[in-house]
């Protein structure tokens, strides 16, 4: 059975730096995307990037790019999200996601990040 | 970069009752590229339709997608309590991706 289990809720201050985490399991974790995708209080889904976990080929939305940093480490079969310093703005709920080809067919539960000082 | 627009942001039905939910691409896409889900609080998304038209495992065939082009829709036939919810549709191409605002399919 395929499964995504991403780490749990997080509380921080602005400033501060966060990481958090997608564990694979239940499939080659190595041979599929996985993606990263923002639902902001009240919004909808925004694409955030993806990573390639086999050799980590990364490919970030533009609104994205430079905000946020994705990596992976295939010997634990899990995927990052990480800011080095996180502001209010942050505050959503994250969920990774397996890229089948062009579309996500497996989702993590989320990782409600609240970020307030 | 494309834009997918969904229209109109709420949808009210009665159980039972046909909806068709609208995305419109801002050029055109290949209907290879194009994805729906369903997303309900406190769950995460689901997959419903990939390549336009091909319902993913699992999915009621009360389910169905079209069109091509710039124009697609997502169709549930016959309204049932659990399908009120969010519907985003979604695209990938030239190694990015993005979804719709989505539509709320609400109770009447």
């Known amino acids: 059975e395929v499964q995504l289990v991403q780490s749990g809720v997080e509380v921080k201050k602005p400033g501060e730096s966060l990481k958090i985490s997608c564990k694979g399991s239940?499939?080659?974790?190595?041979?599929?995307?996985i993606g990263w995708v923002r639902q902001m209080p009240g919004k909808g889904l925004e694409w955030m990037g993806i990573?390639?976990?086999?050799?980590?080929?990364?490919r970030y939305s533009p609104s994205f790019q430079g905000q946020v940093t994705i990596s992976a480490d295939k010997s634990f079969s899990t995927a990052y999200l990480q800011w080095s310093s996180v502001r209010a703005s942050d505050t959503a709920m994250y969920y990774c996601?397996?890229?089948?080809?062009?579309?996500?067919?497996?989702w993590g539960q989320g990782t409600l990040v609240t970020v307030s000082s | 970069e494309i834009v997918l627009t969904q229209s109109p942001g709420t949808l009210s039905f009665s159980p039972g009752e046909r909806a068709t939910l609208s995305c419109r691409a801002s050029?055109?896409?290949?209907?290879?590229?194009l994805a729906w889900y369903q997303h309900k609080p406190g769950q995460a998304p689901r997959l419903l339709i990939y390549?336009?038209?091909s319902r993913a495992t699992g999915i009621p065939d009360r389910f169905s997608g079209s069109g091509s082009g710039t124009d697609f829709t997502l169709t549930i036939s016959r309204l049932e309590p659990e399908d009120f919810a969010v519907y985003y549709c979604?695209?990938?191409?030239?190694?990015?991706?993005?979804f719709g605002q989505g539509t709320k399919l609400e109770i009447k």
């Open positions: 050029q055109s896409v290949s209907s290879s590229y």
């Open positions: 979604q695209y990938y191409g030239t190694s990015t991706g993005t």
């Open positions: 239940g499939y080659i974790f190595t041979s599929y995307w």
């Open positions: 390549g336009a038209s």
């Open positions: 996601a397996r890229l089948d080809g062009i579309y996500f067919d497996f």
């Open positions: 990573i390639y976990p086999a050799d980590s080929d990364t």
